[in-house]
């Protein structure tokens, strides 16, 4: 989301919790584990019937959230969770006995199938080939964000790996932040959500549209995916919508939003509603998120 969109109460909100004076970004696992002694505790854990998830809110203080029967997307049974805040030894005494989990998506690394357009695979040709002035990648060959696709798509399925950055001083909207523009009009929000309540503006959310039916947010730091079956609204011969555009999103190999209606678009993309294809949009909200392995197959 961007900032100028939000009602003013939310702007207030965004400004008390971000300070105007953001905290570092660490977009590296090498980078968060040098400089903070939390990212080793931060986490998700699981043993008989529990899941617990451990989120780093800086200076020595952590939040763990409890699931029964296990993880999200891994046997939780979607019951209320139990919050514990408290400091490193505390902590501990609450995982103790249990695992610590380092899960990964079931379509990481998945390839392009035939006839698919391969927006970007890490080299300078896709770079060049399918993004608009102004991208950029990491010398390790990311995508960084901010950029619009040169090719623009109607119905089509669309999959797109992702890595938030480490935030730990930051909080809510202020910590990871940007969006997944699906025709440049949707978006399916990336947030460093891990461990929150899986809100419409938070990670798997749309925006204005609906929540995901779980959280499916993994660790900061953590490679993600969202795999995106899209078909586009319909509009008659003057330019009227007759049916609203549809998405399935899966989160991490999980169904979070299946065949859900999107009755308009979302404020900050690059286009409003329109029979026309539109691009993808991987928003800027200041944020360093990095993007892999991403490719279409138009409908």
Request: aromatic share 8%; hydrophobic share 35%.
């Amino acid at each position: 989301m961007k900032l100028h969109h939000l009602p003013l109460a939310l702007m207030f909100c965004f400004a008390a919790t971000s300070g105007f004076a953001k905290g570092p970004a660490y977009p590296t696992a090498e980078e968060a584990a040098e400089k903070e002694p939390g990212f080793a505790l931060q986490g998700e854990y699981a043993g008989e019937g529990v899941g617990i998830q451990v989120i780093d809110l800086s200076e020595g203080k952590f939040r763990a959230v409890k699931h029964n029967g296990g993880l999200p997307g891994a046997g939780w049974d979607k019951s209320d969770k139990t919050e514990t805040e408290g400091d490193a030894a505390a902590i501990k005494e609450i995982i103790a006995g249990l695992k610590k989990m380092e899960r990964k998506s079931p379509t990481l690394g998945a390839k392009a199938p035939e006839g698919a357009v391969v927006l970007f695979d890490g080299s300078e040709e896709t770079l060049k080939s399918h993004w608009k002035d102004g991208a950029s990648m990491t010398d390790d060959g990311l995508l960084t964000q901010g950029v619009t696709s040169k090719d623009t798509f109607g119905s089509h399925q669309l999959h797109v790996e992702f890595r938030l950055p480490y935030m730990p001083h930051d909080q809510g909207q202020a910590r990871g932040n940007s969006g997944c523009y699906v025709q440049g009009r949707y978006e399916v929000q990336m947030l460093d959500s891990f461990g929150l309540k899986g809100l419409d503006n938070e990670c798997g959310g749309i925006y204005k549209a609906a929540p995901p039916s779980v959280n499916m947010c993994l660790p900061p730091l953590s490679w993600q995916t969202y795999d995106i079956d899209f078909t586009a609204a319909k509009f008659d011969a003057d330019g009227k919508k007759t049916e609203n555009a549809r998405v399935t999103v899966k989160h991490n190999g999980i169904v979070i939003h299946d065949n859900i209606e999107l009755p308009s678009g979302t404020p900050g993309g690059v286009g409003g509603e329109s029979p026309e294809p539109g691009p993808l949009f991987l928003q800027n909200h200041g944020d360093p998120v990095r993007y892999r392995n991403i490719w279409a197959v138009k409908k």
